[in-house]
């Protein structure tokens, strides 16, 4: 299958600062690719580089099999969702809209289909500074449909957002991957967030591609007990000297499953209630940012 | 949802989506209303019948207002515009980045300088033009000149904007680029005549496109190259800037 986007080997410093160090990944037609990584992991750089924005030091980039950096017809069907959406200001939203749809041989059907797939009917009128951060999202998504797009490319399209209007544009990228077919590439520091939506992970840290696989593989193959108790301190003893990894954070005790499994793990809970540990809550959760990064051998 | 659209198209929508951001009130609109009073009122203290001296009476105060309004709106605004991420919106439009360069030279340096500087010229030919009518072809060459030389400011401007991509830092360093080329020009110009130099005056005079043309509308003494230095240096500044943007040019 040809590949949408086809980094290889991509090298980019700033000054003495590689942000990119030997990046290889593809996107392929279809997919939800997350992009996950800490602050300062490479993502944005990554993403730039890819759209030809940026300049790279080394390697290669094709975008629908052209160099974005040198050839600009690269970019035809593939749209960017920035982290921090700006639209001109100096018309409503509605009018940059139609100038942008007729940059793409659209027209005003083509905005008021977008505006209403983006939810922003009622607010097309305003400009884009009155508009609440989240409208502001969703216009810089129904600007993103405007190139008719294969590929759109999400730079933490959830940051600055309230945890409902974060689940809406996770729900509304999901819709558009099963009903219109669109590939994403999404990037975040918030696993959840990113796994809610994408086929295939790929994790980023210092510049590098340290792992990637499906959400399955990275996030829930050693998953991660939480339990809320009464004596975190006593519990986290009696699991460690079982050989389990343990860490407290508060009042929760998280023990790393994988490492002695369930079996063993509920029978050292159960000898701990009897001897007055008061268990009030047990989640299994998939793997934080964290032990992703540590485990960065996944590949 | 859309088909594939020429480049002119593009083009003319990019340029229309920015020149909407140059020219959003208030900014040029208080600056054309202000600068056509100032017309009417100059012809009116001081009448004239030459369309050269009036040229000049209208046109030397504008090109001061056109280099500042250059500075803020559009070396500042460009430097915003690359702060806010917009140029990399446009940027990420199936566009040559030098496509985008010159439409921002366009709609940040040309438009505003060529609206600018007709406006006065505008209110005296409403107002004295049984009288100069018959010197439109001087007010036209006149007005060129001017305009050169405000484009000259203006490609400057946005080379420091792109150069140094801060609001605050562009604006300021413009014009400070601005008073220092004013004061080399009258410098140069002066050490020429006091030093006998005609090199050097000569040099110093041809930083001004709009005084060679002034001298060669009235017969005065000038040198054809004079004509050419700041087309010359415009071209090289331009080209300086359009090949920092195709090769250099990345928002961080």
Known sequence: MEALLRVSNVTKKFGLVRALNGVSLDVFEGEVVGLLGPNGAGKTTLIKVSLGLMRRDSGSVLLNGLDPYVDPEARVGVSVIFERPFLPDSLSVKDLLFHVARMYGGGFDDVRKVIKLAGLEGHEWKTFSALSAGLKQRAAIAHALLANPRFIVADEPTSNLDPVERLRVLELIARLNRDEGITFLVSSHVIPEVTRVSSRLIVMSRGRVIASGSPSDLIYKNPVARIRCSDPEKLAHMLKTSGFNVRIEGYNVLVEVGKGGYEVLLELLTTASRDGVFLMNIDFIGATLEELLSAGDVT | ?252
């Open chain 2, 1 to 252: 949802m859309s088909s594939r659209t020429g480049g002119l198209t593009r083009v003319y929508h990019i340029l229309y989506i920015d020149i909407s951001d140059v020219l959003r009130p208030p900014g040029l609109d208080v600056l054309v209303v202000l600068l056509a009073m100032l017309g009417a009122i100059l012809v009116s203290i001081q009448p004239v019948t030459s369309p050269i001296i009036a040229s000049r009476i209208a046109l030397d105060p504008t090109l001061v207002a056109t280099a500042l309004f250059l500075a803020i709106r559009s070396s500042a605004g460009l430097a915003t515009l690359i702060q806010s991420g917009i140029l990399n919106l446009y940027l990420t439009y199936p566009i040559h980045r030098v496509t985008v360069a010159v439409v921002l030279l366009v709609s940040r340096v040309v438009i505003p300088s060529a609206l600018i500087l007709a406006t006065p010229l505008v209110t005296i030919l409403i107002l004295l033009g049984s009288t100069l009518y018959r010197g439109l072809d001087v007010i036209l060459g006149m007005y060129l000149a001017f305009l050169f030389q405000a484009v000259l400011y203006g490609s400057i401007f946005l080379l420091v904007a792109v150069r140094v991509k801060s609001q605050a830092t562009s604006g300021i360093l413009s014009v400070a680029v601005y008073f220092t080329y004013i004061a080399l020009h009258l410098i140069l110009t002066g050490i020429g005549g006091a030093i006998g130099s005609d090199v050097v005056r000569r040099v110093g005079e041809a930083m001004y496109l709009p005084d060679i043309a002034y001298y060669a509308y009235s017969n005065l003494d000038y040198e054809v190259w004079q004509l050419t230095l700041v087309p010359g240096l415009s071209i090289l500044v331009i080209l300086a800037y359009l090949t920092y943007m195709s090769r250099r040019f990345e928002v961080l």
